[in-house]
């Protein structure tokens, strides 16, 4: 048996279409939207909406930790355009929706990241594509199970949920063969990005079903530039299948 697993898409369409190629199954972790791109500030809905040098300014500002005046930008920036932000913001997601579930490979499972907005990706999901979170599903005899989203930061991405609720949904899937979630388990060398020079949020929750049930896998993304790509807890191989918008290529596993 021979399954992909993606993470972190944002946006990439067209690596997207060409994941499963040879795969019995694809796996998607999250995070399909790209709202707003580190790497070029002209790419992302932010950009399409202000330009460039507007998404620059406000990439400086969040990643210098001056959250405050990014929130004061960005309301300014919203304000500027016709109508409810909201609408535009809609469209835009909308529009990456019906992009990247068209090119998606069926059959796929997937759960959403911290930076989808699953109300919206329902309506665009193909025959062979299903949603899982806090969930379970037998896939060529293995039992895997998923959790979506992220915990709340001072980011205030759109899909960041309380530690509770998170909690409550690793509990939900129990005892599996492989674990996958968006975000890691708490293990401070998971979170480090080396690139952004800052920690992300882990689940604790996650790291202590992996260590009370020991699952073969813990396989998840969200740090896209990770201090370590892997680690070991007991039995269970940790590891982060890697930043899909940057490397196009899905991490492999085979049983």
Same mark, same amino acid.
């Given at each position: 048996?021979?399954?992909?697993?993606?993470?972190?898409?944002?946006?990439?369409?067209?690596?997207?279409?060409?994941?499963?190629?040879?795969?019995?199954?694809?796996? =998607?972790?999250?995070?399909?939207?790209?709202?707003?791109?580190?790497?070029?500030?002209?790419?992302?809905?932010f950009a399409d909406l202000f330009g460039a040098e507007r998404a620059g300014e406000f990439i400086a500002?969040?990643?210098?930790?001056? !959250?405050?005046? &990014?929130? %004061?930008?960005? %309301?300014?920036?919203?304000?500027?355009?016709? #109508?409810?932000?909201?609408?535009?913001?809609?469209?835009?997601?909308?529009?990456?929706?019906?992009?990247?579930?068209?090119?998606?490979? &069926?059959? &796929?499972?997937?759960?959403?990241?911290?930076?989808?907005? @699953?109300?919206? #990706?329902?309506?665009?999901?193909?025959?062979?594509?299903?949603?899982?979170?806090?969930?379970?599903?037998?896939?060529?005899?293995?039992?895997?199970? !998923?959790? /979506?989203? /992220?915990?709340?930061?001072?980011?205030?991405?759109?899909?960041?949920?309380?530690?509770?609720?998170?909690?409550?949904?690793?509990?939900?899937?129990?005892?599996?063969?492989?674990? =996958?979630?968006?975000?890691?388990?708490?293990? @401070?060398? +998971?979170?480090?990005?080396?690139?952004?020079?800052? !920690?992300?949020?882990?689940?604790? %929750?996650?790291?202590?079903?992996?260590?009370?049930?020991?699952?073969?896998?813990?396989?998840?993304?969200?740090?896209?530039?990770?201090?370590?790509?892997?680690?070991?807890?007991?039995?269970?191989?940790?590891?982060?299948?890697?930043?899909?918008? /940057?490397?196009?290529?899905?991490?492999? +596993?085979?049983?």
């Open positions: 048996m021979r399954v992909h697993v993606v993470s972190d898409v944002h946006g990439r369409a067209d690596a997207l279409a060409t994941a499963g190629d040879g795969a019995d199954a694809l796996i =998607c972790l999250g995070d399909l939207i790209l709202f707003i791109d580190y790497d070029d500030h002209g790419q992302g809905i500002l969040r990643t210098a930790k001056r !959250f405050d005046e &990014a929130r %004061a930008m960005s %309301a300014q920036l919203w304000a500027s355009l016709d #109508g409810d932000p909201r609408d535009h913001i809609e469209r835009h997601v909308r529009a990456q929706y019906a992009e990247l579930f068209a090119a998606m490979p &069926a059959p &796929a499972y997937l759960t959403y990241g911290n930076v989808d907005v @699953p109300r919206l #990706g329902g309506d665009y999901l193909r025959p062979g594509h299903r949603v899982l979170d806090g969930e379970t599903v037998e896939i060529g005899g293995l039992r895997f199970g !998923f959790v /979506g989203g /992220g915990l709340k930061t001072d980011y205030r991405t759109p899909n960041e949920i309380s530690d509770e609720e998170f909690a409550a949904k690793v509990e939900a899937v129990g005892e599996v063969d492989v674990l =996958c979630c968006h975000i890691p388990p708490a293990v @401070p060398e +998971l979170l480090y990005d080396v690139v952004a020079r800052r !920690f992300e949020r882990g689940s604790e %929750a996650t790291l202590e079903l992996i260590r009370r049930t020991q699952p073969r896998y813990a396989l998840f993304g969200h740090v896209h530039q990770p201090l370590h790509r892997r680690t070991r807890i007991g039995r269970t191989e940790c590891v982060n299948v890697g930043h899909f918008r /940057g490397r196009g290529v899905p991490y492999v +596993l085979e049983w």
